[in-house]
């Protein structure tokens, strides 16, 4: 069946670091792949997605491709800040199945001032 | 903006009470799902629904149960509250098509005592 993998957490950061979560995944169709952000106190919100190979999600300044040779699909920011700090997961969703997501077990992230 | 209402931020039950968590969607989605979130076990599928009056059982739906009698609104049962069902539950809508991403509530923090 499809599987997400995450990194394991906590990621403690400083202020303006490069941050990277990994995530990789196995899926028997051809899935689209999305990642989502859970403040605290919240529920989880989509951050951003990508739907076939070579595409490359965005948003709040967060980046990640969709990596079909490697099954990857690694978050990345350039400079994160205090108010990054909150739960990642990474998900899958095969569109030739029944659409019911695949989530990662989420990586939280630190970020110190 | 799509918004999923669930109706109670905190809930304190006692073993053995019948518990009903409400989840309201004003977007028109097909699909409708109820997760629990638990520290180092990220989200598990209870239930989900694609269409009214319709329900599948997700990855643990022992010890509950759902109702969907209108497309927008879905309602996850708790027959017989136990304490291993202390948890954040968490609701989510979608379309039916496999890049639609979900939207969630903010999640109902459930403690059985």
């Known amino acids: 069946g499809d599987s997400v993998t995450q990194m394991e957490g906590p990621v403690t950061l400083s202020e303006e670091a490069f941050l990277t979560i990994n995530c990789t995944y196995t899926a028997t169709g051809y899935p689209s792949l999305f990642w989502y952000v859970q403040y605290p106190g919240e529920g989880l919100q989509l951050l951003l997605k990508a739907t076939k190979a070579d595409d490359k999600g965005s948003n709040k300044g967060f980046e990640a491709t969709y990596r079909k040779e490697t099954t990857s699909f690694h978050l990345e920011k350039g400079s994160v800040q205090v108010s990054d700090s909150a739960v990642y997961f990474c998900?899958?969703?095969?569109?030739?199945?029944?659409?019911?997501?695949?989530f990662g077990r989420g990586t939280s992230l630190i970020v110190h001032p | 903006d799509v918004k999923v209402t669930q109706s109670s931020r905190y809930l304190v039950k006692r073993t053995g009470e019948k518990v009903f968590l409400e989840c309201v969607q004003d977007?028109?989605?097909?699909?409708m799902f109820w997760y629990r979130q638990d520290p180092g076990l990220g989200l598990r599928l209870i239930y989900f629904?694609?269409?009214?009056?319709?329900?599948e059982k997700g990855d643990i739906p022992e010890g509950y149960s759902v109702s969907r009698e209108k497309k927008e609104r879905f309602s996850l049962i708790l027959e017989s509250a136990s304490t291993n069902q202390t948890s954040m539950y968490l609701c989510a809508s979608s379309f039916r098509v496999g890049n639609s991403p979900l939207h969630f509530g903010n999640g109902t923090r459930l403690t059985v005592t």
């Open positions: 977007m028109d989605h097909e699909n």
């Open positions: 998900a899958l969703s095969d569109q030739g199945g029944s659409y019911i997501p695949t």
């Open positions: 629904s694609y269409d009214v009056k319709m329900k």
